[in-house]
């Protein structure tokens, strides 16, 4: 028996493993396990090229469990003693302490760095062996052993088979890692898909009422997965299939994409659009990451596209650099040319689907939209090739291109400057009647209600040239889009004050809600009363629902304006109403207000064009006065106003129905207008 010291320059390897690594100790299992698959791929290449000429037989690897141990076995290779001197025991370990400290929380990275493949073994194991044999002919076989210290003996031993047994004598505190549930679930995890079967025990069969054993072997992998066969070979039914191993609870995909390059880069796999359920549903991080077959990472991030990491599947290429930071990851040349290369893959895909069969591309628009939007809004190049076959839907369900959209409204939607107005709801039965109004008047009305069709909205606003997005309900249907200057038409000023004075004084007090009122003639067919909201003011507080640092907006009342129709009979008849019961109230007030109008600018005539020093504070006191007692009676006015008005109930009633048909009548106020309604009957 021989002994010696593990060559690396830093003692004390062993506790740094167990320390930095405690997150992830669990992959110590893919890496025997890769080990072991590497080695008897290595033989089956040395084999078919003629440098092996024995008999190959049986290659499995398997995985099994003992009472305190754990033992991955091949019949790959095998090492020699001069192989595990060179290969195991002389770790180069420069620089240790700085590596390790930088990388402290990422064993993939340590791991992967320094080759420390095996050694993770030691992060659950007191005690290893390699019990081997070389492939090599007359080769005499080895068993290595260490018990963690970085002390290792090494005998020759008896050993039938050619290839590797790794004995891991699990530690006290990694007792986890001898239950089979365990072990099963990990080589489920990191295993699923190596080139090499892996067995794991015997197949279990039922029996009397008992699991029992079978001699059939437990085979954990499908070592040719889908993506690394030919397409052509496959149907859909296959690709299903697969989806359904993967995600079991998943409903069926949409569509699939077969990734296939070798040149420059190598990369497979296989994309599948989800069908999402409802947006809260979408889930990053299925996407699972192979390297050979390999399972490393379902989280790809700076490898494809960010709205591209909403899809699942799997992608598996050895020439991504899988032990590096993330940020480095984002500057590797390979990982930008694959990401570009799966964006065109992806735009290819969803555009021939779109030209080949643009009813099944229709029917799944719904679940797919929220992939292209997110695409085009995130990613330029994804733009410049969806504004062709991403969808407009109009609120009946019907589906245009944008381009098709375009020559649909142009001639009917262009208002007196040239700007293409397109109309938008975001919700087809709050905004009912502004759909069916903008429809009568023969406009067309797109449907907005996805997640990101707020984002989108500007996003397009600035794409499409002279072209605004207006939504049905921002003002009234006269106003959307305006095609020639108004012929001012308006109802004489002390009129409107009346009106507005009187459906002032009776709108009920919302929190955070604002109304503005004006009177316009709207012809004597239109609703008596409307509330818009002003397009740029919604907007504003809708970004700032989803977009960081405009709170400012966030915060602002909602901003309504309560449009009336003084066209229409309601209205008149209340304005008719009020000059009648209010002209003995108003009248001498307003004379009063009258003469402090005039006498105040006659005193302010006489101030202008002097300096402020020449205007005497007598003079200056005067006209405080004057404005004081002006607002005096504008108060009383608008009180006698309101006194009309709280006893008029057609004009709460007209309040009442212009909030419901808004959504915005709840709660007592509601009652109030059920009450009153049937009053009125
Ligand atoms: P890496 O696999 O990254 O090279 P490891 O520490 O996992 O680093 O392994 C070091 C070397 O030991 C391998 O390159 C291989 O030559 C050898 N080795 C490990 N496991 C086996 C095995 N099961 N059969 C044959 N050789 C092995």
């Not at 050694?119 to 076989?141: D, P």
């Not at 449009?563 to 009648?580: G, P, Q, R, W, Y």
Request: proline fraction near 2%; include cysteine.
């Amino acid at each position: 028996m021989q002994k010696g010291n593990i060559g690396v320059t830093t003692e004390n390897i062993f506790p740094v493993i167990k320390k930095f690594l405690y997150s992830d100790h669990e992959i110590f299992l893919r890496e025997l396990v890769s080990n072991a698959v590497d080695a008897t791929q290595k033989l089956k290449t040395l084999a078919s090229i003629g440098e092996f000429k024995g008999e190959v037989g049986d290659l499995t690897v398997r995985v099994s469990l003992e009472k305190d141990t754990i033992t991955v076995s091949d019949r790959g290779i095998g090492l020699t003693a001069e192989e595990i001197d060179k290969y195991i025991n002389q770790i180069a370990f420069s620089g240790a302490n700085d590596f390790l400290e930088k990388y402290k929380n990422d064993a993939n990275a340590i791991i992967g760095h320094f080759g420390l493949g095996f050694y993770s073994a030691f992060m659950v194991a007191k005690k290893v062996e390699i019990i081997t044999k070389s492939h090599k002919e007359g080769a005499q076989a080895v068993k290595w052993s260490c018990d963690g210290s970085p002390e290792f003996t090494i005998e020759n031993i008896d050993k039938a088979d050619r290839g590797t047994d790794i004995v891991l004598y699990i530690d006290d505190e990694s007792k986890e890692f001898l239950e089979e549930a365990r072990i099963s679930s990990l080589l489920k995890k990191y295993c699923s898909f190596l080139p090499i079967p892996i067995a794991f025990g015997k197949k279990k069969d039922w029996k009397d009422g008992k699991q029992v054993e079978t001699d059939e072997d437990n085979i954990i992998n499908d070592s040719n997965p889908l993506w690394t066969l030919k397409p052509s070979d496959l149907k859909d039914e296959d690709y299903k299939k697969f989806y359904r191993d993967l995600y079991p609870m998943s409903d069926e995909p949409l569509f699939w994409i077969h990734l296939n390059v070798d040149y420059p880069f190598h990369l497979t796999g296989i994309l599948y659009f989800p069908k999402v359920k409802s947006n809260i549903e979408l889930n990053k991080n299925k996407i699972q990451l192979y390297s050979n077959q390999v399972y490393v990472t379902d989280s790809v991030e700076g490898i494809v596209p960010d709205f591209l990491t909403l899809l699942h599947g799997v992608l598996d290429s050895p020439d991504i650099p899988l032990n590096v930071s993330r940020s480095y990851l984002q500057s590797d040349s390979n990982v930008k040319k694959i990401s570009t290369y799966i964006t065109k893959k992806v735009s290819d895909r969803l555009q021939s689907i779109f030209k080949n069969d643009r009813k099944q591309f229709e029917e799944k628009w719904n679940d797919l939209k929220i992939f292209i939007n997110y695409g085009m809004l995130t990613q330029e190049d994804f733009y410049d090739r969806a504004k062709d076959f991403s969808l407009f839907t109009d609120a009946d369900g019907k589906c245009y291109t944008f381009e098709e959209y375009n020559k649909l409204i142009k001639d009917n939607q262009t208002d007196k400057d040239g700007t293409l107005i397109y109309l938008y709801a975001n919700h087809k039965d709050e905004q009912f009647s502004y759909i069916e109004a903008a429809k009568n008047k023969g406009y067309s009305v797109l449907l907005m209600d996805g997640q990101l069709d707020i984002a989108l909205v500007s996003m397009l606003e600035q794409k499409f040239e002279k072209s605004r997005f207006t939504r049905v309900d921002s003002d009234v249907i006269d106003n959307l889009i305006i095609k020639e200057d108004k012929k001012g038409e308006t109802l004489e000023a002390s009129k409107q004050e009346a009106l507005s004075a009187v459906f002032k004084s009776q709108l009920p007090k919302l929190e955070k809600v604002e109304f503005n009122i004006t009177a316009q003639a709207l012809g004597e067919n239109s609703s008596p009363v409307m509330i818009t909201q002003s397009e740029y003011m919604r907007r504003m507080k809708e970004m700032a629902n989803i977009q960081a640092g405009m709170s400012f907006y966030g915060e602002m009342p909602d901003m309504f304006n309560l449009v009336l129709n003084s066209d229409h009979k309601l209205i008149k008849e209340v304005l008719a109403d009020e000059e009648k019961e209010c002209e003995h109230v108003i009248a001498p007030i307003q004379k009063e207000m009258n003469e402090v109008d005039k006498h105040r600018n006659e005193l302010k005539d006489k101030q202008k064009g002097k300096k402020d020093e020449e205007i005497s504070t007598g003079e200056r006191d005067e006209v405080n006065t004057l404005d004081k007692k002006w607002e005096e009676l504008k108060t009383k006015k608008d009180e006698a106003f309101a006194e009309y008005a709280a006893k008029n109930k057609v004009v709460r009633q007209l309040i009442d129905l212009a909030l419901l048909q808004n959504g915005m009548l709840k709660g007592e106020a509601l009652n109030n207008f059920v009450k009153r309604s049937i009053e009125l009957i």
